[in-house]
Nanobody, 121 residues
Framework: QVQLVESGGGSVQAGGSLRLSCAAS????????MAWFRQPLGKEREGVAY???????TYAGSLKGRFTISKDNAKNTLYLQMNGLKPDDTAMYYC???????????????WGQGTQVTVSS
């Protein structure tokens, strides 16, 4: 089992930045695909980005260029750097791990509890 714990969420003004972190209970980032998902209130969960076992990353739509996913295997930590935040980025953000890389949340095996990001105009 892999336990994941997100942190770094908060409330910011539009245009601001946040860096989310996801700490794993044990080394997992060289064995699993790691991903960030988000779920706005009342909406479906959507993929943000994922990074595969070799370190190659993929982003959803226009998020590429504003968001950056990275990992530090030695620290067992996944990161999501978010710049130029917009009100539409407001959501609960989750990190996930799985055997397959995908923007579909159903393919991931392990999930954190989520961290809230709120962006005001």
């Amino acid at each position: 089992q892999v336990q994941l714990v997100e942190s770094g969420g908060g409330s910011v003004q539009a245009g601001g930045s946040l860096r989310l972190s996801c700490a794993a209970s044990r080394s997992a980032y060289n064995r699993y695909c790691m991903a960030w998902f988000r779920q706005p209130l009342g909406k479906e969960r959507e993929g943000v980005a994922y990074i595969d076992k070799s370190g190659s990353s993929t982003y959803a739509g226009s998020l590429k260029g504003r968001f950056t996913i990275s990992k530090d295997n030695a620290k067992n930590t996944l990161y999501l750097q978010m710049n130029g935040l917009k009100p539409d980025d407001t959501a609960m953000y989750y990190c996930a791990a799985g055997n397959y890389c995908s923007n579909r949340w159903t393919l991931y095996n392990y999930w954190g509890q989520g961290t809230q990001v709120t962006v005001s105009s």
